[in-house]
Structure formats: structure tokens, C-alpha cells
């Protein structure tokens, strides 16, 4: 078929289907599949696609349930693709027009010009020749399908049962419910070990004025024991405190809750506001603006290391564009991804003064005793390389915009016996840090 008779039809389906909150979900499927209609005999999209949009469709509406809210936070989340791609591990990847992204419905946007690039990276870069990822050719499952083009972003398809999961288990869908771990003073005093049920092992520092972060972060699969529990390893930027917090997060987490299964998956996270009513992970809300064609937040990171086996890291830089003020990230070899807008944080405006490295699970204490959560490899820090999870390749972006390496790291592990950190040093990695373990043992119930 003529790409020009594609193009235009695709389009008009597409058109219809975002004009359409008032006449029922059954219309969106079924101009969903007619758009896929168009894309299959156009040699877009495979039959699998196709089959497994019909059997949402089925499904969704064979449920019976009064999914008004649902529909509406679907078609809000989920706009027009012009391509779509099938990921092995069941995702749908919807190439999106860069300035049809969801970012620009947040209020605080309505005037904000996009920035396609950031004015100047930092100083001090050095390609990384340690890591065992050196490029984003493959990086998360979906790239083994196919790529988004030139002008589009790749975001994951957000499911009518991925709402439903956050909504059977009373939270708020995309969102989180907890504060970061905020070290007391002194380094090293004791800490309520609740969060809310949260546990956390982190190094950190603080007492100066941050301009940015990186860190290579070792990718695992964690064990999950019951689903509405998740393991992360991250990183934390902040400034301000208690319902003023704000926070810049970026790291790897499994959440069977969130995503719907056990792979770790790249994820972002930001709150303005202590994590009231502000931010989500990804793109679940308006506010991160994504540039990048090449990587899709909330995607699964495909390979992950294997005990005493061949080890992966993700490598992340996030900093403060000296002109602008936004937030930029990179992910991988400085491949750019999208920015937080200074216009979300009145306290991140100007600078961090805390940025932290590490691990947090939630324990719920399933059958009342600690959870068997993993964090990172599952193993304690002091079993090391290939074993214990690491975190190396730390770094800081000072005023100047010169990416430095920390002189100094504090750690602090809330259940030491159920989860740990250590720092150490060394030549090809300066500081470090190796942390995680099992959860519930003999140590730790």
C-alpha cells in the first residue's frame, strides 16, 4: 500500500480515537484495530501484534466491569502511535510524536519551550572502559524488534490490568507512597527502621551544593516474594525536606505491582512535594520530557548478570543544564533520553544537596515475619565481584559543571542483617560500593 495512503489513514484513525472519551472503550479497540489493520497491510506491524490487540480488547471488554475512570486515565496515557512495536517479554511499544507526549498536559508546561538538547554535558566525561555494556544496541528486550523513528519516543503501553493491579491493591496507579531514606545527624545515628515499610541500604553524601550525579548500577533479578513488594537499586537527588522534598530518581527496579512481572525494568521517578501528589515513575504522569528515540522508561533491561557469571551495569548521569536550569538524563554510552523541567521543583531550581546511591525494597512482613525480598544479587556485599551487586563509576557535577569524584561516601544500611552496604576503593572503580542480601534469614525475621 501507497506510504502516503498509510500515513494519511493511520492518522484519521487515530484522530477519531482521541475524540472519543464519551462514546465508550469499545470504539478506542476498535479503531485501535483498524489502525493496526492498516499498519499490517502496510508491512508495518506483525500478525502478533495484531492478535494480541484483539485479545486485549476481548478481554478488557468481556471483564464487565464499570472501567470509566480506567478508560479515561488509558486514553490520557496511551496517545497516538505511528508505530508500534511487540516486545518478547508481552510489552507494546507505541513510537509517539515527540510534542504529542503526555509531558506537556502539566500545567506548569503550558509555556515551556521544549529543549531538544542540553546546552553543554559536563566536563570530565570519560567513555566508559570497564563496563560490560558499551553501547544501547541492546540494551532493553524490545530493541531486538525493531526502533523508533527520528522524531518519535518510545513509550510502554500502559494495560487496562496494569491500572487495575494498583487499584485492587488501594494505591495510587504509578505513584509512590514513601520518603526516601534521609540520613540523620550525625552520619551513622540511628534511623526508624519502618519508612513504611520500606528498608533501604545507601551510600551517600551531603553538605554541598550538587549540580549532578552518575553511577553504573549492577543490573540483577531479585527474588519478589509476595507482588505488591519490589526491589530497586537507584539514585536519589534532593534538596528540600518533609512535604517539601523534592526528588530525581533513575535506576532499575523489579515490581511485579507495577509492571506486571518479574523483569527489572530502567525507571525514573520525581516528586516535588514529598511524594504527596506530585510526580510518578516515567511517563505514568505529565512532567519528565523525553527527547530521546532510543531507550523507553519503565522497559525491561535486557541482559542482566548471573551469580559468579558475566556481570551488567546500566550507566546513568543526570545534571542541571548550566542555561537552562532543567534536569537533563543520559543513559548508557551519553545517549540522551529527556530532561525534568526547572519549572517542577522550587528547591531543585537552583541545586541537590543530598545525593544517594543504593538499594530499597518493601517489606510487608508477609506471614509476620520479614519479607524474602531480595535486594540487588541477593547476596551480602561482602561476597564481591560477580556476587554481591556493586554500584562504581560514582561521580558528582559541582557549580562548575566539571563532573568530580566524591571524596568521601557515608553509608548506612537500616537492617544490616537483612540488607547491607560497604564502600571500599580502588584504582579502576575509585569509590564503590557493594550492597544487598536476602531478606529474611536466621539474622533477620
Given at each position: ?10 492518522m ?7 475524540n472519543i ?21 502496510c ?12 485479545q ?16 479515561k ?6 496517545k ?8 518478547p517479554?508481552?510489552?507494546i ?5 515527540l ?11 503550558a ?14 566525561i ?5 563496563s ?11 530493541h531486538?524488534?525493531g ?16 491500572i487495575?493491579?494498583?487499584v ?6 504509578g505513584?509512590?507512597?514513601n520518603e526516601p531514606?534521609?540520613p540523620?545527624s550525625?552520619p ?7 519508612s ?7 551510600a551517600?553524601?551531603?553538605g ?22 519490589f526491589?530497586?537499586s537507584?539514585?536519589?537527588?534532593l534538596?528540600?525536606?518533609f ?11 523489579v515490581?511485579?505491582?507495577?509492571y ?5 525494568r530502567?525507571?525514573?521517578y520525581?516528586t516535588?512535594?514529598?511524594y ?20 523507553a ?13 558475566a556481570q551488567y ?5 543526570i ?28 528547591h531543585?531550581r ?6 544517594e ?7 510487608t512482613r ?21 556476587q554481591a551487586?556493586?554500584?562504581?563509576n560514582i ?11 566524591p ?8 537492617r ?8 571500599s576503593?580502588?584504582k ?17 525475621r
Amino acid at each position: 500500500m501507497h506510504t502516503f495512503y498509510c500515513e494519511t489513514a493511520i492518522m484519521t484513525c487515530q484522530k477519531w480515537r482521541n475524540n472519543i472519551l464519551g462514546y465508550g472503550l469499545w470504539v478506542c479497540f476498535v479503531l485501535d484495530l483498524v489502525s493496526l489493520t492498516i499498519l499490517a497491510l502496510c508491512n508495518e506491524v506483525s500478525s502478533e501484534i495484531f492478535t494480541a490487540k484483539h485479545q486485549e480488547g476481548r478481554s478488557f471488554l468481556g471483564s464487565g466491569l464499570n472501567v470509566t475512570g480506567t478508560q479515561k486515565l488509558l486514553l490520557s496515557l496511551n496517545k497516538a502511535a505511528v508505530k508500534s512495536i511487540q516486545s518478547p517479554d508481552g510489552d507494546i511499544i507505541d513510537c509517539v510524536l515527540l510534542h504529542h507526549q503526555l509531558a506537556f498536559d502539566h500545567p506548569k508546561l503550558a509555556d515551556h519551550k521544549l529543549q531538544e538538547a542540553p546546552s553543554s554535558w559536563p566536563r570530565g566525561i570519560v567513555a566508559e572502559s570497564n563496563s560490560s555494556q558499551s553501547s544501547d544496541e541492546e540494551l532493553q528486550l524490545w530493541h531486538r524488534m525493531g526502533r523508533c523513528p527520528t522524531g518519535t519516543i518510545p513509550v510502554r503501553r500502559t494495560k487496562a490490568e496494569d491500572i487495575l493491579r494498583a487499584v485492587a491493591a488501594k494505591k495510587s496507579f504509578g505513584r509512590k507512597t514513601n520518603e526516601p531514606l534521609i540520613p540523620s545527624s550525625p552520619p551513622g545515628a540511628p534511623q526508624d527502621s519502618s519508612s513504611y515499610g520500606h528498608e533501604h541500604a545507601i551510600a551517600y553524601v551531603r553538605g554541598h551544593q550538587f549540580h549532578g550525579a552518575q553511577a553504573s548500577i549492577n543490573v540483577w533479578r531479585p527474588r519478589i516474594q509476595v507482588s505488591h513488594e519490589f526491589s530497586l537499586s537507584q539514585m536519589w537527588l534532593l534538596s528540600g525536606s518533609f512535604v517539601r522534598l523534592n526528588s530525581i530518581e533513575a535506576g532499575w527496579q523489579v515490581s511485579p505491582e507495577l509492571y506486571g512481572d518479574i523483569n527489572p525494568r530502567f525507571f525514573t521517578y520525581w516528586t516535588s512535594d514529598g511524594y504527596q501528589s506530585t510526580g510518578c515513575y516515567n511517563l505514568l504522569c505529565s512532567g519528565f520530557i523525553q527527547v530521546g528515540h532510543g531507550i523507553a522508561l519503565g522497559a525491561s533491561i535486557s541482559p542482566v548478570s548471573s551469580f559468579s557469571g558475566a556481570q551488567y551495569d546500566i550507566n546513568i548521569l543526570i545534571w542541571k543544564d548550566p542555561r537552562t536550569g532543567n534536569w537533563w538524563m543520559a543513559y548508557g554510552q551519553n545517549s540522551v533520553v529527556g530532561y525534568w523541567p526547572a519549572e517542577l521543583f522550587p528547591h531543585l531550581r537552583s541545586y541537590a544537596t543530598m545525593i544517594e546511591w543504593g538499594g530499597e525494597v518493601v517489606n510487608t512482613r508477609p506471614g509476620g515475619k520479614h519479607t524474602a525480598t531480595q535486594m540487588g544479587s541477593g547476596h551480602f556485599p561482602e561476597q564481591g565481584f560477580s556476587q554481591a551487586s556493586y554500584i562504581r563509576n560514582i561521580g558528582l557535577v559541582d557549580s562548575r559543571n566539571q563532573l568530580q569524584l566524591p571524596s568521601y561516601l557515608h553509608t548506612l544500611a537500616q537492617r544490616p542483617r537483612c540488607y547491607d552496604i560497604k564502600s571500599s576503593y580502588n584504582k579502576n572503580w575509585g569509590l564503590h560500593v557493594y550492597y544487598g542480601g536476602p531478606g529474611q534469614n536466621p539474622g533477620c525475621r
